[in-house]
């Protein structure tokens, strides 16, 4: 398979068809003879075809041009690829020395978001149906971003004939995107939903590491576990385990808040690190063990060769409850150091406990993570499960995360599930489970 992009015109009373990756293609040739066309009026209008198609094709290229959209096309017969000039230009591409193949764009594409783009584009073609995605290129040292669409053309039998799609320039459009979902995301984390929130507590602000510390000591820290259901039994598959706090007048604060504050003093999120994955274990030797426990690791434990030797320690004395006993390692701690991430998972996973990739957004170069750490489970960050709720929603991140995903062999869970609507959807999707406040609400670890 391989994917290009050519201007075509037909004019059907001379029977002519005309085709090539460029203006420049449109070649000067005997027109008469090609056509076997003998009276002038006939070579008068081959010439007056060909001028027309010239000038409709300069029109197409300028208009890609001034959109920043470059188009292929891959016919399948002969298997030949055409680019649009204004795809070499995007790849920053000289059409004199690079011959469009299918690999050949592979090559271009950037390594972490290789597999994606041949999963998606491969199984759009077997599927034959259309296809859109995003993805990063490196051009001339910076890193673009890309928007493609593409569609397999069948013929009556319905087999697949032609390929054709754009690619455009959405580089700008993209990082204020991010710094909006980054926003939100950070929003969305503060207003985390509290078990008891009848009852009055002081904002987040006002607690501190030092408030946390004191917690920890005192036994104000809480472990609260939130159910996961599997989409097709409705069973519980996993319960998450989330910190809790006890606030003024009784009041539990939640675990963003917590962690927050205890990041503001180094060492504090790998000690309750080490005290929830205590309380965890405690709890699966007390007869919990049945149903999966996960807990979360912080990037503090994750980052720090010290801390996790310490967490990994812990695993290993823990023997046969490892296997009752998941990992969640949030997609924003391994991308703040992917090198020595990669090397914990590796640590991790060692320890015979399923490790599960959490807040997955599929943004440009996530995909590789999905591809190189040793993972079980996949977790989709609310943000692309909300999406779905909108009426103009595209689920192609989700359908790529759910494909990839399967395709290496792992699980996937939906966070932030809060609508019953949902339900069906994500499992027409593919999703394996879901969790959220519509599922099930935290209660007590213990309960």
């Known amino acids: 398979m391989s994917p290009c992009g050519a201007v075509s015109a037909s004019y059907g009373r001379l029977g002519m068809t005309f085709s090539g990756s460029s203006v420049g293609e449109i070649k000067e040739r005997p027109v008469a003879a090609l056509l076997d066309l003998r009276g002038p009026d006939e070579e008068r209008l081959a010439h007056g075809a060909m001028d027309e198609l010239r000038a409709a094709a300069a029109r197409m290229s300028e208009a890609q041009r001034v959109a920043d959209i470059g188009s292929w096309e891959w016919r399948v017969s002969d298997d030949r690829v055409t680019w649009s000039d204004h795809l070499f230009r ?226 290993h004395g823990a023997a046969e409850r490892t296997r009752w006993l998941g990992l969640e390692i949030e997609e924003a701690a391994i991308q703040r150091n992917v090198v020595a991430a990669s090397a914990a998972a590796r640590q991790l996973a060692a320890t015979g406990c399923p490790l599960v990739l959490d807040g997955f957004t599929g943004t440009q170069g996530a995909f590789e993570q999905i591809q190189r750490l040793p993972l079980d489970q996949v977790k989709i960050d609310g943000l692309v499960t909300r999406e779905l709720m909108n009426e103009d929603a595209d689920d192609a991140t989700l359908r790529a995360i759910v494909r990839l995903a399967h395709g290496t062999g792992k699980t996937t869970v939906a966070k932030r599930v809060e609508s019953q609507e949902l339900v069906p959807i994500l499992r027409r999707r593919g999703v394996d489970m879901a969790q959220g406040f519509e599922l099930g609400s935290p209660s007590p670890l213990g309960d």
Request: glycine fraction near 8%.
């Open 90 to 315: 995007i790849f920053g591409l000289d059409p004199a020395t690079f011959e469009p193949s299918y690999e050949g764009f592979l090559r271009q594409v950037h390594p972490g978001d290789r597999a994606l783009v041949r999963v998606e584009i491969e199984t759009a073609v077997r599927e034959r149906r259309p296809y859109r995605l995003e993805h990063r290129v490196t051009v001339d040292g910076s890193e673009l971003v890309l928007r493609c669409k593409g569609e397999p053309i069948v013929d009556e039998t319905g087999t697949v004939v032609r390929v054709v799609g754009i690619c455009q320039d959405v580089t700008d459009a993209t990082r204020s995107d991010r710094t909006r979902m980054a926003f939100t995301s950070a929003v969305d984390a503060r207003v985390e939903p509290i078990p008891t929130p009848e009852r009055p507590g002081r904002a987040a602000s006002d607690s501190g590491a030092e408030d946390v510390r004191a917690a920890l000591r005192a036994g104000d820290l809480l472990l609260y576990a939130q159910p996961a259901v599997d989409l097709r039994s409705g069973e519980v598959a996993h319960r998450e385990v989330l910190v809790r706090m006890r606030g003024s007048a009784d009041s539990l604060l939640p675990g963003s808040d917590v962690l927050a504050a205890a990041a503001q003093e180094p060492g504090l999120c790998a000690e309750i690190d080490r005290w929830v994955v205590d309380q965890a274990l405690a709890s699966l030797a007390n007869g919990s063990r049945g149903t999966r426990l996960h807990i979360n690791l912080s990037g503090e434990t994750l980052n720090d060769g010290r801390e996790l030797a310490r967490f990994v320690r812990v695993l």
